[in-house]
């Protein structure tokens, strides 16, 4: 299947939604903004052999994970997505099934969150598959939850559960996994419905997605804001999954990546459960003192970000 007809099955399959005034088809996709609103612009690569296998990975999850990505940015900063644009490189070798299954992933997706495809670009690649999906989103004026807004004193939580993707991968290196014993890693839900509630409510002084890791996102945090942070090992909320279900090994929870919770600080009182999801508190923001991890028995250890980082050997 040549570029233009692919472009035509894409631009069949998308819908149109409120933001986009004119979507796939011409130079540019005219968007709309609210009134009042500045808008959210985020970008993120999907890398074959980098961010999935395609021995491991089913096109539909991958096309899924590939939006939830760039949602889960814009849920970090407790925007709205408004429109999300898709930019495709594939080899000659990909099939068409292929392609099929991987936009009905996307698409699934993009109808869950009521987000337009408005756009994008198709071309052949030198060898594999890679795409960037972008989202632009909108807040209103001047409240976008920022990494640097934390303070010390400000307790620091997390949504969901951690380490259950890092898990699947650990597991999938030895074998077969079912999907479904893997939620989190397979099926992992972008939490947009809590970032943007804690930005109504004015809750969250810093946010951030844990796409990288724990540790790795936390120091985000603390070096936009300028503080250190302790955390307690204990209430680390760790994943269970697996068959049978197990928590998940604490490094995993502590640096595994591409969980897509959101890690917030708040200087108030935050519920247990925001939309429906479970929230915890794990510590709180300190005076600029790097990480430290206070375990059960009161022993206290450096808290070293070991999460994922690109061009090192992770
Ligand atoms: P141009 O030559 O201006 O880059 P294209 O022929 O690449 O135009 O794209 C035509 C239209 O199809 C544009 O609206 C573009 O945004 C859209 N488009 C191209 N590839 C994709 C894709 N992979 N997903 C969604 N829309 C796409
Ligand atoms: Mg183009």
Not at 11 to 37: Q, Y
Not at 181 to 208: C, N
Not at 224 to 248: L, Y
Not at 265 to 270: E, G, H, I, L
Request: glycine letters at 14%; proline letters at 4%.
């Amino acid at each position: 299947m040549g570029e233009k007809s692919l472009i035509e099955l894409i631009r069949r399959r998308a819908r149109g939604g409120s933001a986009v005034i004119t979507g796939i088809g011409d130079d540019c996709a005219v968007l709309r903004v609210p009134a009042g609103h500045q808008m959210l612009v985020t970008t993120d690569f999907t890398l074959e052999n980098v961010h999935f296998r395609r021995e491991w990975h089913p096109p539909e999850v991958v096309g899924w994970r590939c939006l939830t990505r760039g949602l889960s940015d814009i849920a970090a900063i407790g925007g709205e997505p408004r429109a999300a644009f898709l930019s495709m490189a594939l080899d000659r070798g990909v099939s068409q099934k292929w392609v099929n299954r991987f936009l009905a992933g996307l698409l699934e997706a993009a109808e869950e969150f009521r987000v337009p495809l408005a756009g994008g670009d198709t071309a052949q690649s030198g060898g594999g598959i890679q795409a960037d999906i972008v989202v632009v989103g909108s807040v209103p004026k001047g409240t976008a939850v920022l990494r640097s807004g934390a303070r010390p004193g400000d307790g620091i939580y997390v949504t969901g559960e951690l380490g259950g993707s890092a898990a699947a991968i650990a597991r999938m290196r030895k074998g077969k996994v079912r999907a479904a014993d893997y939620e989190r890693h397979f099926h992992p839900v972008a939490r947009v419905k809590v970032g943007q509630w804690l930005r109504r409510r004015g809750l969250a002084s810093a946010m951030i997605d844990v796409s990288d890791g724990l540790s790795t996102d936390l120091q985000h945090i603390c070096k936009e804001s300028g503080v250190g942070a302790e955390i307690e090992v204990a209430k680390i909320p760790r994943a269970r999954v697996g068959r049978p279900a197990q928590r998940v090994e604490m490094d995993q929870a502590l640096h595994g990546g591409e969980d897509y919770e959101l890690l917030f600080t708040s200087p108030k009182k935050v519920p247990a459960k925001v939309a429906g999801i479970p929230i915890t508190k794990i510590g709180q923001i300190t005076q600029n003192g790097g990480m430290v991890l206070a375990e059960k028995g009161g022993g206290r250890r450096r808290l070293v970000a070991r999460g994922w980082e690109h061009f090192k050997r992770n």
